[in-house]
């Protein structure tokens, strides 16, 4: 019963930062990359400011069912945030944190973003839907394959018995094909290229209030859930399990510190590859081929470490 109540404690911090720190991530990364194309960042706090600004105003609603999906949206990312852990391993309903239903809650963010542009019938919103179904496509083409690595070095595809198992001194073999389907994530799921933060605005340019705060929500929450499922794979140490005693209050802390730490360094990578690699005009392309290269090699490098182990 105990055991139950600290899970629950921890579930609830768990999601409270999540929701807390998405802003702040989109902030960040937006900011750095500003700052290293030479143009003027926006404060990260602002943000924070524009979605409470928005929430507060009586704007446009979305028409017809489409108005159901900024309430869709919102609701997929927070269960995609809870699924995905953070700093603590066997929280409750840490069972259903499966990789293809996370990669799916995740998907189905960047579909409802999609339902009110095209109820509105604009040949603006129209184009930013054909941009966004190729992010789509990208993602369709490397999720497989990082499930099949992830299944294959670990006989797992639940993100939590992955996490556990990794803990194991025997999976050293698997550590690196782990991180290369991290970057691979990196690359195909968040909507970190250049010309996606404009098309997400025409996306939401005929919404207003509330529903444009919870559409706006749903994609800083999707953002922060891929950059935490990339570095819990990547490095699956800094996350104590709960049930397995090792979860005391300083041990608890120092796994959230390594979860930020994790968060930062994802967010500098991010920016660094938008920067320098995602910088040409045929940015969407740049995406699929790496991020498909750095799948393949996960898959790759994990048979060629069983055949010569």
């Known amino acids: 019963m105990i055991g139950l109540l600290l899970g629950c404690v921890l579930l609830a911090v768990h999601v409270t930062?999540?929701?807390?720190?998405?802003?702040?991530?989109?902030g960040v990364v937006a900011a750095g990359v500003a700052q290293l194309g030479g143009d003027r960042p926006m404060p990260v706090r602002m943000r924070w400011r524009r979605l409470l600004a928005l929430a507060r105003q009586r704007g446009l609603r979305a028409a017809g069912m489409a108005d159901v999906m900024p309430a869709l949206a919102l609701a997929a990312s927070v269960a995609a945030c809870v699924l995905v852990p953070s700093f603590a391993l066997g929280l409750p309903g840490s069972g259903l944190s499966d990789l293809l239903l996370v990669a799916g809650l995740l998907v189905l963010v960047r579909l409802a973003l999609l339902g009110p542009a095209l109820a509105a019938g604009?040949?603006?919103?129209?184009?930013?839907?054909?941009?966004?179904?190729?992010?789509?496509?990208v993602m369709q083409a490397v999720f497989p394959l990082v499930v099949a690595g992830a299944v294959l070095a670990t006989g797992h595809g639940g993100i939590d018995a992955?996490?556990?198992?990794?803990?194991?001194?025997?999976?050293d073999g698997a550590r690196t094909p782990l991180i290369l389907a991290?970057?691979?994530?990196?690359?195909?799921?968040?909507?970190?290229?250049p010309g996606d933060d404009a098309r997400a605005a025409d996306l939401l340019a005929d919404l207003g209030g509330r529903d444009r705060a919870a559409l706006e929500l749903a994609r800083d929450m999707a953002l922060l859930a891929w950059i935490t499922l990339a570095g819990d794979l990547a490095w699956p140490g800094g996350l104590v399990p709960v049930d397995g005693g090792a979860a005391t209050p300083l041990s608890l802390l120092g796994a959230v510190a390594a979860w930020l730490a994790r968060v930062g360094v994802a967010c500098a990578g991010i920016v660094a590859v938008r920067v320098v690699v995602l910088a040409p005009v045929r940015a969407q392309r740049a995406r699929l081929v790496l991020s498909v290269l750095f799948a393949l090699l996960a898959?790759?490098?994990?048979?060629?470490?069983?055949?010569?182990?």
Request: aromatic share 4%; proline share 5%; no cysteine.
């Open 182 to 193: 991290a970057v691979a994530l990196l690359l195909a799921g968040p909507d970190i290229g």
């Open 299 to 309: 898959v790759v490098v994990l048979f060629a470490g069983r055949e010569f182990g």
């Open 162 to 171: 992955i996490l556990t198992r990794m803990h194991d001194p025997d999976m």
């Open 122 to 137: 604009q040949a603006r919103s129209g184009r930013a839907a054909a941009g966004t179904g190729a992010a789509l496509a």
């Open 17 to 26: 930062m999540m929701v807390a720190l998405a802003p702040v991530v989109r």
